[in-house]
């Protein structure tokens, strides 16, 4: 595992210590598994927590206004949702911005790709294409970065379940 994904691995394991709470209380559910943030953050920034924001979209995930707000205005510790800087600082931070995915797939989470499923594949192309466009084909170069981890991280899955 390169050390961004050791990182981010860090940042989503110790959660509530980065102090990030949502605007409003009634946030509980967290559909995507931390696999597939691994690496829908390897395909589209390969997790690069330098950058802060390219177009519009900040963070390791790419995180839009749009997407932020739709998600709740989740905030970290000592922001408000309606400060100058809450949505690059949450969008900026690994934790908060995974809570706003976590979010944003409570709210419009689907079976993009007909396999009678809602995972991780659904997950990954309604994050960058969004809900009401994501059965189209995701551009090639996300989706080979997307697909290659998610079929590396379940060939370590296996290794350590033969061990």
């Given at each position: 595992?390169?050390?961004?994904?050791?990182?981010?691995?860090?940042?989503?394991?110790?959660?509530?210590?980065?102090?990030?709470?949502?605007?409003?209380?009634?946030?509980?559910?967290?559909?995507?598994?931390?696999?597939?943030?691994?690496?829908?953050?390897?395909?589209?920034?390969?997790?690069?927590?330098?950058?802060?924001?390219?177009?519009?979209?900040?963070?390791?995930?790419?995180?839009?206004?749009?997407?932020?707000?739709?998600?709740?205005?989740?905030?970290?510790?000592?922001?408000?949702?309606l400060s100058d800087d809450a949505f690059p600082n949450c969008a900026n931070n690994p934790?908060?911005?995974?809570?706003?995915?976590?979010?944003?797939?409570?709210?419009?989470?689907?079976?993009?790709?007909?396999?009678?499923?809602?995972?991780?594949?659904?997950?990954?192309?309604?994050?960058?294409?969004?809900?009401?466009?994501?059965?189209?084909?995701?551009?090639?170069?996300?989706?080979?970065?997307?697909?290659?981890?998610?079929?590396?991280?379940?060939?370590?899955?296996?290794?350590?379940?033969?061990?």
């Open positions: 595992m390169s050390s961004c994904l050791i990182y981010l691995s860090m940042c989503l394991a110790i959660g509530t210590s980065l102090g990030v709470r949502a605007a409003d209380d009634d946030f509980q559910g967290k559909p995507i598994t931390e696999t597939c943030l691994i690496c829908m953050c390897e395909a589209l920034s390969g997790c690069n927590a330098t950058a802060v924001c390219v177009n519009g979209a900040c963070g390791i995930f790419r995180i839009t206004w749009d997407q932020w707000v739709d998600s709740g205005r989740l905030v970290v510790e000592g922001d408000t949702a934790r908060c911005a995974a809570d706003t995915l976590q979010s944003y797939m409570v709210k419009y989470g689907q079976d993009c790709n007909d396999d009678q499923q809602e995972n991780c594949l659904d997950y990954g192309a309604i994050h960058y294409m969004g809900p009401f466009n994501c059965k189209a084909d995701m551009p090639y170069t996300y989706e080979s970065i997307f697909k290659r981890c998610l079929k590396g991280s379940q060939r370590e899955q296996q290794q350590r379940n033969l061990n």
